[in-house]
């Protein structure tokens, strides 16, 4: 039984005359222990995706679904009281920007207690000082960055420190939203290694989000692409990435200075995203794609099964991938 299981997923946004369609039709099963890279360009839907499983969209963000089960509990269909239960206990969500939600003037410890008891009212102060040392231990965070302030912390602490609080409850699933994005590439680069050894120590089934498919090859075992807020592609993500079998993976993947096949710098994809609020009828990469047929215009391919993975591509394994 898969750990998360998401069956035709759709978030929209309501605005005055009209709705984004943000994620659309989103099917996909994670397994204990995976960690998956949930990668697209800038307003593919990848961070919709992420707060409409965690219930915390925008007031004008709703989410449909035909099933969303954790651990098998259906989690779709649960009251906002008892989603609250199981939010940071099951699941949890680590975001780039929460180092910025914390206030200048306090010190670190008491205000992640403070988060902590808004979880869990009945968590002890020595309980939450035993169970952040560990996990700091972990991160290589020292023990007395607990009695800093948020300032005295850079951004790549800030990060671990953020990290250990989601994992407080040790929850089986954590999501980790553009968690490396605003770091520099070492920094980076020792937080990929600590998120390595905080999954094989506590068990851990992550989500990762993120645009830099780099950072998906360094850490994730599959990998998710989404592209306008539809899955084209998903698998293991050597797989993926080196043989991709949908023409847009096989653009992003180029379009990485290290990951090019071809070598040389940076190549863009051309062209933009449809409009979200009117998404065309065939494929959603048609407008950019260059191994378009005809029907493709009107005709929306399947997400099928494929040589041990999931593609939406008519010409999927055709192609030159
Ligand atoms: N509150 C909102 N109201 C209306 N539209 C929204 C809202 N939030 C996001 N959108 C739209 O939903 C789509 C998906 O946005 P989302 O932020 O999920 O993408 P993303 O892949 O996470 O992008 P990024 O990498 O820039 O964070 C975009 O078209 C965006 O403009």
Known sequence: ???????????????????????????????????????????????????????????????????????????????????????????SIVFQKAMSALSPVHKIFGQMYDAILAHKPETGKEEAIKKLEKLLAVVNLPRKALDMYPHELSGGMMQRMMISLGLIFNPK??????????????????LLD????????????????????????????KIAILYAGELLEYGDVKDVIFKPLNPYTKALVESHPDLNPHGGGLRGIPGTLPDLSNPPEGCIFYDRCTCRLDRCREEKPELRDFNNRKVKCFKAGEFNG
């Open 194 to 221: 600590e998120i390595k050894r905080l999954v094989k120590e506590f068990g851990l089934t992550v989500m990762m989000i993120t645009h830099d498919i780099g950072v998906v090859n360094e850490l994730c075992t």
């Open 1 to 91: 039984m898969p750990l998360l299981q998401m069956k035709n997923v759709n978030i929209n946004y309501r605005l005055k005359n009209r709705q984004v369609r943000a994620v659309r039709d989103f099917t996909l099963d994670i397994n204990e222990g995976d960690i998956v890279g949930v990668i697209g360009e800038s307003g593919s839907g990848k961070s919709t995706l992420a707060h409409g499983l965690m219930r915390i969209l925008p007031g004008n963000g709703y989410l449909e679904a035909s099933t969303i089960t954790l651990n098998g509990k259906d989690i779709l269909n649960i009251s906002d009281s008892e989603f609250r239960k199981l939010r940071w206990v099951e699941m």
């Open 173 to 190: 699933l954590v999501i980790l939203d553009e968690v490396t994005t605003a770091l520099d590439v070492i920094t980076q680069g020792q």
